[in-house]
């Protein structure tokens, strides 16, 4: 095995939503060493400028790169669809990097089976055009939609979930002109795979909701095949570090990990 493969995979977010990738990541591929990190004193991402994001993207992934990852996931929308070059050109010779973008945006142009598609997410992966410029490009038949659901996250995190409350706050995003004829949906934030049933159901289960967190996890298994990296020897020893700790983010976490996790703060911008 190559000597690489044993070293961890980093995941990163602007809080704990990315461990829906962690999560799927886990599942995917169960021997892989995770070392998260979350921004949680920097949240929101979706309503920070470009060159914020990027500068908090960078001193994390400096982080991860200290750990000896051999991979940085970055587990959220808003930093993959700001900072995603600042990332690679940090980890250049380092460490490859994965997105939540670029693998679902393989996905959705392969074939031709959507000719309409729309895209949610926070006002800073929207207000970036990243989806649509990245899908038109590989495919300029395609008609992308866009649009910016910011109550999405904070009803998420405050559990409005499966109520009056978040189906009328789902209902009212959904029924824009925007998103009217869509065949699929992409969910372009780490956050809404929770309410992905509702949307299914919103849609009468017409429209193919794109969760990301899959397609990125198998992405990422693929990516060290190629690269020989694939860790053969289980080795589960997780690291779930926050930038600050709150008793509210350890109650969360586990929404989003669907297991009990202990999260340990670290101050990266001491
Ligand atoms: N993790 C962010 C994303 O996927 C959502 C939360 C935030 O705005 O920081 O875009």
């Known amino acids: ?36 990190f979350g921004d949680t004193a920097h949240l929101p991402y979706g309503d920070k400028s470009k060159e914020t994001i990027m500068g908090y993207s960078a001193r994390i992934t400096r982080f991860l790169l200290d750990q000896q990852c051999k991979v940085i996931v970055i587990a959220c929308n808003t930093a993959s669809a700001n900072a995603y070059e600042t990332i690679v050109s940090e980890s250049v010779d ?18 031709s ?12 992966t929207i207000n970036s ?23 999405l996250v904070p009803m998420i995190e405050e559990g409005f979930i ?17 998103l009217s004829q869509i065949q699929a949906l992409i969910l372009g934030c780490t956050h809404y795979p929770i309410i ?30 190629t690269h020989n990296l694939l860790n053969q020897n289980p080795d589960p020893g997780h690291k779930f570090y926050v930038s600050d700790f709150t008793d509210y983010f350890q109650a969360i976490s586990k929404l ?3 297991e009990n996790i202990a999260l340990e703060k670290i101050n990266l911008w001491n």
């Open 129 to 151: 055009g990243t989806y649509v410029g990245k899908i038109i490009a590989r495919n300029p038949h395609i008609s992308v939609e866009s649009l910016a659901t910011p109550m």
């Open 196 to 225: 992905k049933n509702q949307i299914n159901k919103f849609f009468n289960f017409e429209v193919d909701v794109i969760d990301s967190s899959r397609i990125v996890a198998n992405h990422l298994r693929n990516i060290l095949v």
């Open 256 to 258: 989003f990990f669907e």
């Open 94 to 111: 380092r460490a490859l990097v994965v997105d939540v973008i670029n693998p679902v945006v393989e996905f959705v142009t392969a074939g």
């Open 1 to 36: 095995m190559n000597e690489n493969a044993t070293r961890p995979i980093g995941v990163f977010d602007s809080g704990v939503g990315g461990l829906t990738v962690a999560n799927a990541i886990r599942q995917v591929l169960p021997n892989e060493r995770l070392i998260y």
């Open 162 to 178: 499966f109520d009056d409350i978040s189906n009328a706050i789902i209902r009212t995003y959904l029924s824009k002109p925007e």
């Open 113 to 124: 089976k959507y000719k309409r598609i729309g895209v949610i997410g926070t006002k800073g």
